[in-house]
T-cell receptor
Framework: EPEVTQTPSHQVTQMGQEVILRCVPI?????FYWYRQILGQKVEFLVS????????KSEIFDDQFSVERPDGSNFTLKIRSTKLEDSAMYFC?????????????FGPGTRLTVT | AQSVSQHNHHVILSEAASLELGCNYS??????LFWYVQYPGQHLQLLLK??????LVKGIKGFEAEFIKSKFSFNLRKPSVQWSDTAEYFC?????????FGAGTQVVVTP
């Protein structure tokens, strides 16, 4: 069964550094999402992406964040200058193009630790 | 704005006991409802979903959930839990697109 994959599984970075989290969505999916889960808190929506542009973003998704689909298979989340409070588990999700199917398929997550 | 609340943050029960996890949401329009499960060290997996039709939906691993529109609720149930059901359970709501999650319920099943 096809799965969403994410790399790396764990990323440690220093405050102020840029990080890029990578995701490979399921191949025939066209809607892509990033969520994050700070330890002990709920899973929060960051951004959705469709047709090569952001379709919706949350208040969390400020100018430090960006997303890209550079090559038709990868979907990346970039944090330009990481802060301590960016430490969290970041989940990528994708769903099929059929608007009747709202189920999102999640990747295993990348644990980002900012020191 | 949408919100999702899960009634219990932590539940401990013995094998063979019945489980019911509460979920209430607030949203005025049509919603799609989900329960996701996260086993230790694994990613979020869909347990079941409700879009329309029969308000009693059955999911994987013997779980079911009932959508009660008048109560804005979508409670998850399992008649007899197993040790392998130890996990965190998340209720989620979507009107279109993004998912809004509840805080999650950590379920621990003791042998």
């Amino acid at each position: 069964e096809p799965e969403v994959t994410q790399t790396p599984s764990h990323q440690v970075t220093q405050m102020g550094q840029e990080v890029i989290l990578r995701c490979v969505p399921i191949s025939n999916h066209l809607y892509f999402y990033w969520y994050r889960q700070i330890l002990g808190q709920k899973v929060e929506f960051l951004v959705s992406f469709y047709n090569n542009e952001i379709s919706e973003k949350s208040e969390i998704f400020d100018d430090q964040f960006s997303v890209e689909r550079p090559d038709g298979s990868n979907f990346t989340l970039k944090i330009r200058s990481t802060k301590l409070e960016d430490s969290a588990m970041y989940f990528c999700a994708s769903r099929p193009a059929d608007r009747g199917i709202y189920e999102q398929y999640f990747g295993p997550g990348t644990r980002l630790t900012v020191t | 704005a949408q919100s999702v609340s899960q009634h219990n943050h932590h539940v401990i029960l013995s094998e063979a006991a019945s489980l019911e996890l509460g979920c209430n949401y607030s949203y005025g329009g049509t919603v799609n409802l989900f329960w996701y499960v996260q086993y230790p060290g694994q990613h979020l997996q869909l347990l079941l979903k409700y879009f329309s039709g029969d308000p009693l939906v059955k999911g994987i691993k013997g779980f079911e959930a009932e959508f009660i529109k008048s109560k804005f609720s979508f409670n998850l149930r399992k008649p007899s839990v197993q040790w392998s059901d130890t996990a965190e359970y998340f209720c989620a709501v979507s009107s279109w697109g993004k998912l809004q999650f509840g805080a999650g319920t950590q379920v621990v099943v003791t042998p």
